[in-house]
């Protein structure tokens, strides 16, 4: 048997034990983490968990010996009474049959499909930005993913209810982050102020997505002929698996929540982080626009242009290093099993720490420098697997990683050729680690056209 690796966190006397310190505030503590071991033992309460900081150990959680967690079940008490059992509190065989079902909608073919809807959205935007005028970068960012994914998803007929659509899963999404941030959520039966907002928002959201899904089966016709309408709504109706099953409507309801949850606010992040960094590093941003200029020239992109787009992939990748909007996952063990020749008995939860990987000065020298150029096609090669983690690893990577790195270089490629954002003067940021890390006091931007003979 191996010896366990696994060592001690910082000493606490706290009945809480490193419970507080995290929620109170767990960026300075992952970061700190790596440097007491690759697994580190902390304790929430009465209950001990392992913190996984080094590559190889996160590798074995994530994709090597997967199938020996689940899910958390604090994710699954916060998430489910929102996402059901779609994709990403599902465990287990379900899961696998879902994700085969779901995973047509993200074929490079299909994805292919969303990108003019994405320069249209991304132009609409870059219409209402005027020269001279301070903008809140996060806003705007928010309503370009929520353009983009509920068109992908849902196509036309929700134009009209967008906005209460956005404002609903905002509602939705606070209570999420006040709940996930603390280890023991309240359960959903108790009726607290919170809790009711909670499932009255959820219940609305509901009720559009039911009719959406009812509109497309044939609404009270009743034909039952889905015609594929190029969305990804239509792919989850149309999916079958071998044994030619397709989703109930619950199903594909939870399926639409959980991608318009995980595949809105994840992205705007990133794009919102990005604007920042370039604004910060005027030589970058200098560089950015020369490749927007040699590739495009002023064009509106196309998806052929997007591979040519690579410098501006290596500053959305090291964005995403220094930003990752999913600042850290967490398992559960299915069983009993062994981590770093730890025993870990059924039950036992990892926090995946990928804050603290993607900092890590041993595998990122200078880790909080933005330094697009670390990321040539030889770095990301030379690096350990599970060391760059934005949308995860193993099986359950994320199912829109390509849908999103897609529409953030659209987003960059079609502003970044008519603006520049230049931060307030005087702007406090700080990253802030809600559900997805946030700038914790928003990105008021002045916004600059640029002049046309630089765009
Ligand atoms: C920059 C944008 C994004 C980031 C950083 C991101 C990050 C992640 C991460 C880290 C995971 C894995 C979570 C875990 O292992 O516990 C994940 C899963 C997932 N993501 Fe994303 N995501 C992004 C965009 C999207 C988009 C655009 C969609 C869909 C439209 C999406 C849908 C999902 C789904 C459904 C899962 C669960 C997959 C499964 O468990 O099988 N994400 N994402």
């Not at 994710?75 to 009474?81: D, G, L, S």
């Not at 994914?149 to 036309?156: G, H, M, Q, T, Y």
């Not at 006091?441 to 002045?446: F, N, P």
């Amino acid at each position: 048997m191996t010896a366990s690796i696994a060592k001690n966190g910082p000493r606490t006397l706290h009945p809480g034990g490193h419970m507080r310190r995290f929620f109170d505030n767990p960026l300075p503590m992952l970061a700190e983490s790596p440097s007491h071991g690759d697994l580190v033992r902390w304790r929430f309460g009465p209950l001990p968990v392992l913190v996984a900081n080094s590559p190889e150990i996160i590798h074995d959680v994530l994709v090597s010996n997967a199938s020996a967690y689940l899910k958390t079940s604090t994710t699954k008490a916060v998430m489910q009474p929102l996402l059901g059992n779609g994709l990403f509190v599902n465990d287990g065989d379900d899961w696998r049959q879902q994700r085969k079902l779901v995973s047509p909608a993200f074929h490079h073919k299909r994805i292919s499909a969303y990108a003019d809807l994405m320069v249209r959205y991304a132009e609409e935007l870059a219409e209402q930005w005027k020269d001279g005028e301070q903008i809140d970068l996060e806003q705007y960012m928010s309503e370009y993913t929520i353009h983009v994914v509920s068109k992908s998803l849902f196509d036309a007929e929700v134009s009209g209810e967008e906005k209460e659509l956005r404002k609903t899963v905002e509602q939705v999404l606070q209570v999420v982050d006040k709940r996930l941030m603390t280890f023991f959520p309240t359960p959903m039966w108790i009726p607290t102020p919170q809790i009711r907002r909670y499932k009255a928002a959820i219940a609305r959201l509901d009720e559009l997505i039911y009719r959406i899904i009812e509109d497309r089966r044939g609404g009270k016709t009743g034909q039952q002929q889905i015609t594929d309408k190029g969305d990804a709504l239509s792919m989850l109706m149309l999916s079958q698996d071998e044994a030619g099953s397709k989703m109930d409507n619950k199903q594909v309801r939870d399926e639409v929540m959980t991608l318009f949850g995980a595949g809105h606010e994840t992205t705007s992040r990133t794009l919102t982080w990005t604007w920042y960094l370039l604004s910060q590093h005027p030589e970058i941003e200098q560089r950015f626009h020369e490749e927007l200029q040699t590739v495009l020239g002023g064009r509106t992109p196309t998806m052929e242009d997007l591979p040519k787009l690579t410098f501006t992939e290596q500053i959305l990748k090291e964005s995403m290093r220094l930003y990752p909007p999913a600042w850290v996952t967490t398992r559960q063990a299915a069983h009993d099993t062994t981590l770093g020749g730890e025993t870990l008995k059924q039950g036992r939860v990892v926090i995946v720490n990928i804050w603290g990987v993607h900092h890590n000065s041993e595998i990122y020298p200078d880790p909080w420098a933005f330094n697009p150029d670390r990321f040539t096609p030889e770095f990301e090669k030379s690096l350990p697997k599970s060391a760059y983690l934005p949308f995860g690893n193993g099986p359950r990577v994320c199912i829109g990683n390509a849908f999103a790195m897609m529409e953030a270089k659209i987003a960059l490629a079609v502003l970044g050729q008519r603006f520049r954002l230049t931060l307030k003067p005087g702007h406090p940021v700080e990253p802030q680690d809600m559900f997805t890390l946030r700038p914790k006091y928003g990105m008021l931007m002045d916004v600059a056209v640029r002049q046309p003979e630089l765009a």
